[in-house]
DNA sequence: CAGTAGAATGTAATCGAATACATTGACCTT
DNA sequence: AAGGTCAATGTATTCGATTACATTCTACTG
């Protein structure tokens, strides 16, 4: 059943079916009624794909992430969604498994599907995957980053401010006393990893307290290497008294490390997370943490890419950066009464 | 650039290129080195929608869920990605927001797209929407129900043993020494919601254990309705003594509900939930579960989808039904030793 | 009543790839 | 050398919609 037949049963031409359908031109009442009704009885769906094949749009979104199990992952998609639905747009997925190679394929993938414009949280933000996987390409496919972005790429990006955020982290711990601060960190090649290390660095220095050296891990935003990391930390001679956990992964891994290793939190240990999620609070004790508006950021890179899309937007290339907030609960204990 | 340009550079016809690129006849190996030289150079990848258009296949698979925000989603959709991923398949995404009319457009809209098949967690399980956004339509499209399912529907389907689950949970419970056990369960009209009331039931009656209509309640799966639930029935004259969530959302409901009202967990109330989840044994107490192998359901129904897509198998509807497992941790208490 | 504006409708090309069918050419057989 | 086989390639149609352009029809003007 497609346009064709429901032409012939009205009795009227392809073009006037698909203008009653689109209304996009002028036909009479009369004629109009007759079509929708054959349109209903028959159970018509005008075929996206032909159509898309003509008019060079698809109205898809892709999106790209490295990892669909981090709980990241499903508050950006739900803001997202929420915004591609108003529009009309569905969302393809994409899975990276924060591989490089893979992230090349995928983007690949999407290009061929078309895609209208592309969600993508990176693997490799030195660009040479993504400027690889576009290449020979219409370049201008709108592209809007989530949480990292790449260096000197006319591309929009709606990211949070990493820096302030461990800064904020690092300067509580301060106040309440502590000095042996330790902070695992993410990969320093990405974005939220570079730029927590340098918030926990700036306030470590502002408070003229040495960051030792083997306080500084570098983990990889997994849970096991925030487990890891966490038992190499407790095994130093002088183990630090506050951990900052890079991303909510890891702050997991963390938690459950210095649970397994019966390290009291807060007493022995205080521990601050970077990313809310669910039951933090419920934990025991409370994680305390720093949040940041995941579902916005989600809501705002689809609005922006939208309008690129659209080219309700044409200005010159956005950078969205979201303030973090430190939601002190209960897992980081004073110093100072000692 | 498509591939007629690429025949004119290579100086072949459209037939050669595109026997080159799927394999799909007999190429000179001169001819197809230049080809794929010519491919390579201009960095062409051959537009899917138009292949699509011709062949009648997209490639495709839709996945509809109620709300992507449950963890659960997620864990489901990270099972079913791999598969498709694995061959050749790629997932379109459809929220429904747990609303039926949603339900009805969300199909409507995937069956438009052309998806090869669908991955589906029902809202709608009389059956009437998905039977009305399906009417007039090739209806041989595949689709494999998860989680829930239509009864007499000639549909493939994945599911738990739901009954087994919460009998588990009860019987567990009953050998703990409890009787006033409560279930704060879903909707019975989903397949969860009253085959895990069903469990509980015939658990209750084989123990000879009267269950008394005050602690068998009925939630919506929401983490607000568990919290308000429990709350209730810590409300009552007599209080139960443990207390079933019926998945994991209203488990995390009733658990905040009891640390809030400062109910201790097990030494005042027992508590089993339905559904695993990253941190559910970090809490305090470790909560005791009745878990599910919600990857391998993702990746199940994808493979059933895909062999039914792909006709390579043919036979009868399948009911797949995997089985749960109780995981006792901390958040239960013995009642025999008073 | 001829002329014409503008509404209503139709015809046919188009999007980019796949493929049925046609054609060419090389090599082998008898 | 004629005929046959099969590999290699080309031509032209097709998938299902949109739309530029062409045509018809209606109604109104002077």
Redesign the pocket.
Not at 11 to 16: D, E, H, K, L, Q
Not at 24 to 28: A, K, M
Not at 53 to 56: K, N, W, Y
């Given at each position: 059943m497609?346009?064709?037949d429901i032409a012939r049963i009205a009795?009227?031409?392809?073009?006037?079916v698909?203008?009653v359908?689109?209304r996009?031109?002028?036909?009479?009442a009369?004629?109009a009624q007759k079509v929708l009704e054959v349109i209903e009885e028959s159970g018509y769906v005008?075929?996206t794909i032909?159509?898309s094949?003509?008019?060079?749009q698809t109205k898809t979104v892709g999106f790209v992430v490295p990892d669909i199990s981090n709980p990241f992952f499903p508050e950006v998609l739900n803001g997202a969604e929420a915004v591609c639905a108003d529009y009309g747009y569905t969302i393809i997925l994409g899975n990276t498994n924060e591989d490089v190679a893979c992230e090349a394929k995928v983007v690949r993938s999407l290009r061929q599907q078309r895609a209208d414009g592309l969600l993508m949280i990176l693997v490799d933000e030195s660009g040479g995957t993504l400027r690889q996987a576009l290449s020979g390409a219409d370049s201008d496919l709108p592209i809007v980053f989530i949480d990292r972005h790449i260096e000197g790429f006319h591309y929009d990006s709606v990211i949070i401010d990493n820096e302030s955020g461990t800064s904020q982290a690092t300067k509580h711990l301060l106040g309440l006393g502590h000095t042996r601060i330790a902070i695992i960190h993410g990969p320093i090649t990405t974005t939220p990893g570079a730029g927590r290390l340098r918030g926990y660095q700036t306030a470590m220095e502002a408070a003229c307290v040495p960051a030792k050296p083997q306080y500084v891990l570098e983990g990889d935003f997994r849970t096991e290497s925030g487990y890891e990391l966490a038992k190499r930390l407790m095994s130093l001679q002088d183990p630090p008294t506050a951990i900052i956990g890079g991303n909510n992964l890891m702050t997991m891994g963390i938690f459950r490390c210095l649970r397994d290793m019966g390290v009291a939190i807060p007493d022995q240990v205080s521990l601050i997370g970077f990313d809310d999620f669910s039951l933090a609070g419920y934990l025991s004790p409370p994680l305390t943490v720093v949040d940041r508006p995941m579902s916005d950021m989600g809501r705002l890179a689809a609005d922006i890419l939208l309008s690129r899309i659209e080219k309700r937007e044409t200005g010159p290339v956005r950078r969205v950066v979201l303030p973090t907030a430190l939601k002190v609960r209960g897992s980081c204990r004073g110093l100072n009464g000692r």
């Open positions: 497609n346009l064709k009795g009227v031409s392809t073009a006037t698909s203008r359908i689109n996009s031109g002028p036909v009479s009369k004629t005008p075929d032909a159509k094949l003509r008019i060079g």
